[in-house]
Each structure stands twice: as C-alpha cells, then as structure tokens.
C-alpha cells in the first residue's frame, strides 16, 4: 500500500491553515489526517498544527500496542487534540475564537476506521465509483438532511462554509466513527473542503481512476481545484489500499 499528501494555500488565501499527516506505509498500522484550521489572522493555522501534533502523538503511543482498540484510539486522539486547542484558545489572547476541522484514518489488517469533526471529508474511491464514507458536520448537511435542499443546491449554498462542529469550539466534542473493508487497490481520499467545495464527486472519481498513476492523483487534484479559483486552502490525502 502506499500513502500520497499534499497541500496548498489556495489562489486566493495568503495562508495556509491546513494541516495534515501522513505515516510510513510500512508501519503496522498506516495513517493519515487531514485537519483546516479557523479563526483569525494565525489562529487556524495554530489550532489545525496542534491538532494534527496531538492527535499524531497520541495514535502512535496507542498503535504500539499489542491488540490496540483503534476506535477507541482514535476517539481519545480527538478528544485529546481538543482540550489542547481548547485550552490554547482560552490563554492566549491571539488564538481567541480559533478551531479546526479533523479527519482521519487508520489502516488495519482486513477494515480502515475513520472518524470526522467538522466537513473535511472521506472518501473511498474505486473503479465501482465513489462514496463519501463521512458526514458533513455543517448546516448545509443539516437542510439536506431535513429535505429542504438538495445536494446541488447545498454546493451553492451561501452558508456553506459555516460547520456545526469543530476541534477547540467547545470543551467536549462529539466525534463521529466509521468503517469501511479494506480493499486491495481502493483509494481513501481524506481532503479539506477547499477541495470539494470545487470539484465534484464525479470529478474526483474520474481523475484518481482515469486521470493517471495514482502517485500523482493529489496533485492532479489540486491542480484542478487551483484551475477553479482555489478560494480555500487546498489539502488532499490520498491512501492506495
């Protein structure tokens, strides 16, 4: 299996408040997380820096192990983030307000297990097609959800940007876990929303299947996001299976 990241202030932004992680592909339990960062002129980029520090450090002290709960694992590591931005934020003038988006994935022998707090997203891809294996913790998702717009609707959204969770908004944060098989040669895109908020699904499906080497997809797909306009950070994990 092999591990691809990459990332990108965007066309518009002068900085770059995303964040991730990737680890070797021949750890015992490869990983990955994405985190965008909020708030501020620096804040994001210090509250999406400290959580992908924390979150790493705590995964891999769990990972060593013998018979690790990679659930509960990743729970904690989010958890444990989140009281770090939170405490950040309450004493240092500077970082007042700030917060951050997270998701991640852990590879294991025969299942991936992920977990999401805010709209950076995951993704399984495969010649089959694509899904998204999170959920949005926005208020678009919430008026999907309820059936009050759709799905096309929600891209275009004028509130589309506003999340309803994040890493550092409160003291306890609810974190959302999945699992999907893990399949030889299925892709798992984890990226910051400055990415889907500018390419579809079938956009993604198509250049990560169709588009070339999947060594190159990240960068495929962010050259297509920047040919959009990039008006967000752009970041994009991508783990071949």
């Not at 992680?21 to 985190?35: G, L, M, T």
């Not at 994935?105 to 297990?113: G, S, T, Y």
Request: contains cysteine; charged residues 25%; glycine residues 8%.
């Amino acid at each position: 299996m092999e591990l691809w990241g990459i990332s990108d202030v965007g066309a518009v932004r002068k900085q770059n408040q995303d964040a991730y992680y990737i680890s070797p592909a021949e750890a015992r339990y490869p990983f990955a997380v994405v985190c965008d960062g909020m708030g501020g002129a620096r804040a994001g980029n210090v509250a999406s820096s400290m959580a992908v520090e924390s979150f790493v450090a705590t995964v891999q002290e769990g990972l060593n192990s013998p018979q690790p709960d990679v659930e509960a694992l990743l729970r904690r590591a989010v958890e444990q983030a989140n009281e770090l931005v939170c405490y950040r934020a309450a004493v240092d003038e500077g970082c007042r307000g700030m917060g951050t988006t997270l998701v991640a994935a852990v590879v294991e022998e025969e299942r991936v297990r992920l977990v999401n707090v805010g709209d950076s997203r995951a993704y399984v891809i495969s010649a089959q097609g694509i899904r998204q294996l999170t959920r949005d913790h926005s208020v678009v998702e919430d008026l999907v959800e309820r059936g009050e717009i759709t799905h096309e609707q929600a891209r275009l959204h004028p509130k589309k940007n506003l999340i309803t969770r994040a890493l550092g908004a409160e003291v306890q944060v609810a974190v959302d876990s999945y699992v999907t098989r893990r399949e030889p040669g299925t892709l798992i895109l984890l990226c910051s929303d400055g990415l889907s908020n500018v390419v579809t699904d079938q956009e993604l499906l198509f250049e990560l299947i169709h588009g070339g080497p999947a060594s190159e997809g990240c960068e495929r797909l962010l050259h297509l996001a920047l040919s959009r306009g990039a008006p967000d950070n752009v970041t994009a994990v991508l783990i071949q299976l």
